[in-house]
Nanobody, 120 residues
Framework: QVQLVESGGGLVQPGGSLRLSCAAS????????MAWYRQAPGKERELVAV???????KYADSVKGRFTIATTNARNTVALQMTKILPEDTAMYYC??????????????WGQGTQVTVSS
């Protein structure tokens, strides 16, 4: 079994910065990619950023130039550095990973989410 645990959410002022972290633990053989999604009230969950096994990254247009995704700790931890935060960044942020926990078996895992609220 694999678990993803997020941390780092909270209240931040517009224009501020915040760093989210997600630690993957359990029986991990390999990680294909890890990503951050977010879901604002009344809206669908959307992809924020993804980092692949080759370290290539992709960002939603709304966060390009402001957010940075990176892995640490032998790729078992993924961080999302958020800068120049806007009120519309308010959402629940979820960590996601496509992880191999058994030979020939890849599974999408999700964290419980961490709330980011942008307010002055």
């Amino acid at each position: 079994q694999v678990q993803l645990v997020e941390s780092g959410g909270g209240l931040v002022q517009p224009g501020g910065s915040l760093r989210l972290s997600c630690a993957a633990s359990g029986n991990i053989l390999s990680i294909d990619h890890m990503a951050w999604y977010r879901q604002a009230p009344g809206k669908e969950r959307e992809l924020v950023a993804v980092i692949n096994i080759d370290d290539s990254t992709k960002y939603a247009d709304s966060v390009k130039g402001r957010f940075t995704i990176a892995t640490t700790n032998a790729r078992n931890t993924v961080a999302l550095q958020m800068t120049k935060i806007l009120p519309e960044d308010t959402a629940m942020y979820y960590c996601n990973g496509l992880i191999q926990s058994e030979p020939r078996r890849w599974t999408q895992y999700w964290g419980q989410g961490t709330q980011v609220t942008v307010s002055s």
